[in-house]
């Protein structure tokens, strides 16, 4: 999985609870993305990353932040978790040589439960 | 909304036969990505076409893409049981990536 780890690998918890899952990247590459999927869906971005602090919301980041402080980690926080964000989350990263529509690299994942 | 779209939704066939799989996009892009999710993991690319290439192979695999159409195809030839899995299109352009729903192939032995 290109040097990615996400955490945790499962995840189950309670409507109202905050939850952050992180990903961490041994690559040194610049861009790393958060990315939820669910069935009849295929995968929708809901934040990236472009650099250490340098972040942008994606198609789908309502009720979602996130946080890079160093190159290696990109966390994404549920602020309150709701039962529509139960799905499988997806880490990538990749270094482009413009934009971030280049090949990505993509972590084990993470399937979250809010009950 | 999704930039790509795959057709069909599932396929299955015979170990040793091909495979085709097509993607539908909306809008002008810069290139066009296949991946492929094995059950339970995560996506792993691979092949990457640009707008101005028409053709592009990869051991068993060749892809095409018709800009004026706004339509790609994968074919996977002499198929392996090894190749189940569900196969993801994302059409890029500037800046965004979208992946579509996916196609689930089955490939029996």
């Known amino acids: 999985d290109a040097g990615i780890t996400q955490s945790p690998r499962h995840k189950v918890t309670e409507t109202g609870t905050p939850v952050t899952l992180r990903c961490h990247q041994t690559?040194?590459?610049?861009?790393m993305y958060w990315y939820r999927q669910d069935p009849g869906h295929g995968l929708r971005l809901i934040h990236y990353s472009y650099g250490v602090k340098d972040t942008d919301k994606g198609e789908v980041s309502d009720g979602y932040s996130v946080s890079r402080s160093k190159t290696e980690d990109f966390l994404l926080t549920l602020e309150s978790a709701t039962s529509s964000q139960t799905s499988v989350y997806f880490c990538?990263?990749?270094?482009?040589?413009?934009?971030?529509?280049?090949?990505?690299?993509f972590g084990p994942g993470t399937r979250l439960t809010v009950l | 909304s999704q930039q790509g779209e795959e057709d069909p939704q599932a396929l299955s066939i015979q170990e040793g036969e091909n495979a085709t799989m097509n993607c539908s996009y909306k809008t002008s892009i810069n290139n066009l990505q296949w991946y492929r999710q094995n059950s339970g993991r995560g996506l792993v690319h691979l092949i990457l076409?640009?707008?101005?290439?028409r053709e592009k192979h990869s051991g068993r695999l060749r892809v095409t893409l018709d800009t004026s159409k706004k339509s790609s195809s994968l074919l996977i030839t002499a198929s392996r049981a090894a190749d189940t899995a569900s196969y993801f299109c994302?059409?890029?352009?500037?800046?965004?990536?979208?992946f579509g729903a996916g196609t689930r192939l089955t490939v029996k032995p």
């Open positions: 076409i640009r707008s101005n290439e």
């Open positions: 690559e040194n590459h610049r861009y």
């Open positions: 994302a059409a890029g352009d500037n800046n965004d990536m979208r």
């Open positions: 990538a990263i990749s270094e482009p040589a413009s934009g971030y529509t280049d090949t990505q690299y």
